[in-house]
Structures are given as structure tokens and as C-alpha cells.
């Protein structure tokens, strides 16, 4: 596979959400259960794609695939969490929206497994759909296990 | 009356010309290490420091993370304080929980934008108004505008604010067939709750 290819409709794919965008309570806990505020999945001001982990890079492991994030990044805060998606259903459930997205292959420096959803529109229903139809099965970072390398 | 003022003048700019002369002093090698002490010179420098502050937006660019996140901390708090007379007992400590929740270094992304003053103001004024019986979630946008959420069962309505008074919102409510339906809007705050008038708000604030 080349860099810029389309990622397999059956694959996956993880979106991580630190806990300043999960909701939390009067108390500040994370709302049970959780919750991701909707802008998590919208474009930063300097973005044109949107980062996700492409959970098929190395394997079908979740668990491999979340160490290897976790070794690209600095810090992972332990309340944090991976919002996981089907490609097939990134498609078919935005398609109402736009049929333009495109989930590539785009691998950075640090992760080999980077990967960017491509071609989202500035439309807020999006981020909405995306937040409580599509990235809808949350992975506890404080669950997975951290492997030995 | 003309000769006390003209007296006073007089004395106004003798006190800025001395002021002057230390303005001008760290030009000048031989003013700082012939005529003044060092105790003067110290005290010369301060003096400088305070005629030509650095601007709030270098010392921002520099500024480390965590010092970051706690000065927004402080003001989006003592913008709660100012107006704590007007919050219910109790709501004051709830959304300084919250705040300092999501302002978690250890939890922290650095590349997002620590809560802004002016998403907070607008959300307050709302929040003032609404007066909501049911605390709402919080949480923030990459930004760093805060993003508030109601929830009933599985219907909830989203609203992030803007500065400027602004409010972008949503409603997702579940239909009789279990589908999902929504509702968007952009508005004023003072328009939002005549805007999610028609979709019974009072399920989510009561």
C-alpha cells in the first residue's frame, strides 16, 4: 500500500479525544457515559484533514495499534480516550452530507499508522453526526494495556 | 489663580524632565557606572521596566503550559466571581470544578486552546439568563470556546459558545421509530432561547 492510498472500506480507524473534550459533570468527572463534545471531530484552524490511527496498520490488534499512538506522542493523558470507527460507515453515514471524504494512508515521521480523513466540509451537522453516529464505540486509554517494547 | 497654575506646571515638568533623565539613562554608560549607585541603578532599571512594559502578546508567545492553562483558570474565575451575586448557592463551586477539570495539565493536548474569557462571557450571560434548573456538561472546542450540553434520555441539545454573544447550537432528539433527528442553529444569545423555542427547551433545562 502507497502513501496516500484510500484506507479498506472494512478497516478501522481511531480518533483520540483528550478529556477536555469529553463533558464533564459539576464535579468534573467525564459524563457516564461518555460523552465527546462534537467539535472534537471538527478541523482545527491550521487543518485541512483530520488526524486519525489507522487500526489495521501492523495487524488487526487494537492494542498494538493504541502503544504504537502512544509512542508518537509526548503525553496521553490517562482519562483521555480513542473514539474507533469503520471506514465503510465513515462513508455510508456522511454520505447524506457529502459524498467527497476520503480516509487516506498519510504517515508522519512519528507514526507509521497516521492516516487523515480528507475533503470535510464546513458544515456543523457533520462533527455532530460524526460525534454520536459514526465514532460511536469510546476505548478508555486507562484500559488498554501498555505493552513492553 | 493663572500664577498658582502656571507654579504647578512649573513643577510638572521638573518632575518629567528627572523622570526623563532616567528614561534615558541605560543609553548612557557613563550616567549608570559614573554618577549613579548601584542601589540607583537598580532602582533606574525598574523604573524603565515599568515606562516600557513588555506587551501582553510577547510575553503570552513564551509563556509554558501550564502557566497557560492557570491564568485562564484565574480569569474565566474571576469573571465567575464577579457576578457569583447573581448565581444560585452552589453553582459558583460546580462550574469551577468543571473548569478546572478540563483544564487538567496531565490531561492537557498542547496543540488546543485553553478556555477563552470571551466564550466564557458569552456563555455566562446565557447562563444568567436561562437560569437552568439542571446543570449543564462542559466541555471545549480546539479553540477554546466552551461547549455546553443538556441531556434527557437520549435526547440532548449541544450549545457552544461564541465570542460576541454568539451561540452555535444543536438538538438531537430520538423519534418514534428510533431515529435520530436534528436540529442546527446560529444565533445571538439573546435570540437562542426563542430560537429552540419550538423544540420544548424546557425538557432539557427543568
Redesign the interface.
Known amino acids: 500500500m502507497h502513501k496516500g492510498a484510500n484506507l479498506p472500506d472494512e478497516h478501522h480507524i481511531l480518533r483520540y479525544i483528550?478529556?477536555?473534550?469529553?463533558?464533564?459533570?459539576?464535579?468534573?468527572?467525564p459524563?457516564e457515559p461518555l460523552?465527546?463534545?462534537?467539535?472534537?471531530f471538527?478541523l482545527?484552524?491550521n487543518e485541512e484533514s483530520l488526524s486519525v490511527h489507522w487500526v489495521e496498520y501492523d495487524g488487526n490488534d487494537l492494542t498494538k495499534a493504541i502503544q504504537l499512538f502512544r509512542l508518537s506522542r509526548?503525553?496521553i493523558?490517562?482519562?483521555?480516550i480513542f473514539a474507533k470507527a469503520k471506514v465503510l460507515d465513515l462513508k455510508t453515514k456522511s454520505s447524506p452530507i457529502t459524498k467527497a471524504i476520503k480516509i487516506v494512508w498519510a504517515p508522519s515521521n512519528s507514526n507509521p499508522a497516521h492516516s487523515v480523513i480528507k475533503h470535510i466540509p464546513e458544515d456543523?451537522?457533520l462533527s455532530?453526526i460524526l460525534a454520536?453516529?459514526i465514532f460511536t464505540e469510546l476505548i478508555r486509554n486507562s484500559e488498554i494495556p501498555v505493552l513492553k517494547v | 489663580m493663572v500664577h498658582n497654575k502656571s507654579r504647578l506646571e512649573y513643577k510638572a515638568q521638573a518632575i518629567k524632565n528627572f523622570a526623563d533623565s532616567f528614561s534615558k539613562a541605560p543609553d548612557t554608560n557613563i550616567n549608570r557606572q559614573g554618577l549613579f549607585s548601584s542601589q540607583t541603578q537598580i532602582f533606574q532599571d525598574q523604573i524603565t521596566k515599568l515606562r516600557n512594559p513588555t506587551p501582553p502578546s510577547l510575553t503570552s508567545s513564551t509563556k509554558e503550559v501550564p502557566e497557560t492553562l492557570f491564568d485562564a483558570t484565574a480569569e474565566v474565575k474571576i469573571l465567575t466571581s464577579t457576578v457569583a451575586m447573581h448565581l444560585e448557592e452552589g453553582i459558583k463551586k460546580?462550574l469551577f470544578?468543571?473548569i478546572?477539570?478540563?483544564?487538567?495539565f496531565?490531561?492537557?493536548?498542547?496543540?488546543?486552546k485553553p478556555l477563552q474569557k470571551a466564550s466564557y462571557k458569552s456563555f455566562l450571560r446565557t447562563f444568567l439568563y436561562l437560569r437552568p434548573a439542571k446543570?449543564p456538561?462542559?466541555?471545549?472546542?480546539?479553540?477554546g470556546?466552551i461547549?455546553a450540553?443538556w441531556?434527557t434520555g437520549s435526547n440532548?441539545l449541544?450549545a457552544?459558545f461564541i465570542a460576541n454573544d454568539h451561540v452555535?447550537w444543536?438538538i438531537?432528539t430520538q423519534n418514534e421509530d428510533g431515529e435520530?433527528e436534528?436540529v442546527?442553529g446560529?444565533t445571538k444569545i439573546g435570540r437562542f432561547i426563542d430560537s429552540v423555542q419550538p423544540y420544548s427547551p424546557e425538557l432539557f433545562f427543568k
Open positions: 483528550p478529556k477536555s473534550k469529553l463533558f464533564v459533570d459539576e464535579d468534573g468527572e459524563i460523552v465527546p463534545v462534537p467539535q472534537a471538527e482545527r484552524p509526548d503525553k493523558g490517562a482519562k483521555s456543523p451537522s455532530t454520536e453516529e | 460546580k470544578s468543571q478546572d477539570s478540563l483544564h487538567d496531565d490531561e492537557w493536548d498542547p496543540e488546543d446543570h456538561g462542559l466541555g471545549l472546542s480546539h479553540t470556546n461547549v450540553v441531556m440532548k449541544t457552544e452555535k444543536v438531537s435520530l436534528r442546527f446560529n
